[in-house]
């Protein structure tokens, strides 16, 4: 049952470019593209539909590589504390931040987390993602790390979307542990992870290596965990802090370190040696007020791939919009839209570990695409929110949301 996609123009993404096919059309065969290229080239062939995209541009379905979009009761308050002066840092060690989210995590039912949490999702699926990550690290003990990554399961089986989750109950500590975080480390490392994975629960494992949450010696106790359980690793690196945490990160093959605001140049030299992405997440500096930059000119000059994501959570991002960091990603760290869109589809699949399947449009990749009705494909950038015309095609069938 083959489909033919046609009157179309293809930003297809390949070696992080547009990489632009104009007048094009794609053959899709069940869940896969089985060709693609100028309409003046199809070859003959027999169709079970023909499907009009009335010149629209073709993108891959965006890739938002880096959520916390599953977690109880918002921070909105926080929000209008910090505006006052008070700093991210100051609420967390006065028991707010990650820690309240916590409480609201522990005290809603998987029903309750995954009913808001789909309306979050459904937004960015609505924005044109159609790859999502979405990381545990608000239950902070089994029953509870356990709740969250069911919710993310059901998520991916409610949805039409590919779904990776990602166990990151390193992420605070939780108040049974209080000043014996060693203890909770070695709890995550001994207990939690191996009965999460053996559920079938875990994709990739992440923490957050900072001053106020761990350590990297703690980190990498739980790195080498991860790689007996054959897990890929993530990090949350330098957002705060200049700790070294993405060098480890790249020392360990991690697929991404993420945030990496006071990151160093040893640190891009090791993550550009180890193939390492780096997510960048405009949402969590802008909205942190942050000054420091990553640095786009030393990750760029060494050939590191540089990712975008929403960070989607209630505490220093909550973010709704992909296509509104994208631009965030022009606007605030001067990348432009043709690196702003590879880091959403190309980058961000790297980021993932599916490069192989997604993030490109090309024979053989899956099938996920978005055919935004726009006249350039900067406009997916340009735009600030608003639902863009589009329409939306997951494991080559159209979905409307
Ligand atoms: O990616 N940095 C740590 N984790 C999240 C924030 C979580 C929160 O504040 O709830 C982040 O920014
Ligand atoms: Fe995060």
């Not at 539909?49 to 926080?78: K, Q």
């Not at 359980?229 to 957002?239: D, F, G, R």
């Amino acid at each position: 049952m083959k489909k033919l996609w046609k009157n179309c123009h293809i930003a297809t993404m390949q070696n992080g470019q547009y990489s632009s096919i104009e007048h094009a059309a794609m053959v899709t065969s069940g869940q896969h593209i089985h060709w693609i290229g100028t309409f003046e080239d199809l070859p003959a062939d027999a169709y079970s539909e023909t499907i009009d995209l009335n010149g629209a541009w073709v993108t891959p379905g965006l890739i938002d590589c880096h959520t916390h979009s599953v977690f109880g009761g918002n921070r909105s308050v926080e929000f209008e504390k910090r505006l006052q002066g008070v700093s991210y840092a100051e609420i967390a060690a006065s028991g707010g931040g990650i820690a309240s989210t916590v409480r609201a995590t522990r005290e809603a039912s998987e029903q309750e987390l995954l009913a808001s949490a789909l309306k979050r999702v459904r937004c960015l699926l609505k924005d044109g993602v159609t790859t999502i990550e979405i990381k545990s690290g608000y239950g902070l003990d089994y029953a509870n790390e356990r709740k969250m990554l069911r919710v993310i399961r059901q998520i991916a089986d409610t949805l039409p979307m590919t779904v990776r989750s990602t166990c990151l109950a390193a992420h605070a500590l939780p108040p049974e542990y209080k000043d014996q975080s060693d203890a909770y480390i070695e709890h995550i490392c001994n207990e939690m992870l191996p009965k999460l994975h053996q559920e079938g629960l875990v994709d990739a494992v992440d923490a957050f290596c900072e001053y106020l949450a761990f350590s990297p010696a703690q980190v990498e106790r739980l790195f080498k965990t991860a790689q007996s359980l054959n897990l890929p690793i993530k990090l949350h690196a330098e957002q705060l802090s200049a700790l070294g945490g993405s060098s480890l990160a790249a020392r360990y093959q991690a697929l991404s370190a993420d945030h990496l605001e006071f990151m160093t140049e040893d640190d891009v030299k090791a993550m550009a040696a180890a193939g390492t992405v780096a997510v960048l997440l405009p949402g969590a500096f802008y909205f942190l007020r942050e000054t420091k930059y990553p640095p786009l000119q030393s990750l760029q000059q060494h050939g590191v791939r540089i990712a975008l994501s929403s960070d989607l959570n209630p505490g220093t991002s909550p973010a709704l919009s992909l296509r509104l960091m994208m631009n965030m990603g022009s606007t605030l760290f001067r990348l432009t839209p043709e690196q702003t869109l590879a880091g959403v589809t190309t980058h961000a699949a790297h980021a993932l570990g599916l490069q192989e399947t997604h993030g490109t449009l090309e024979t053989g990749k899956v099938a996920d695409f978005i055919a935004w009705e726009i006249e350039h494909p900067s406009e997916i950038v340009y735009w600030l929110g608003g639902d863009l015309p589009k329409r939306i095609i997951q494991h080559g069938n159209e979905i409307s949301i």
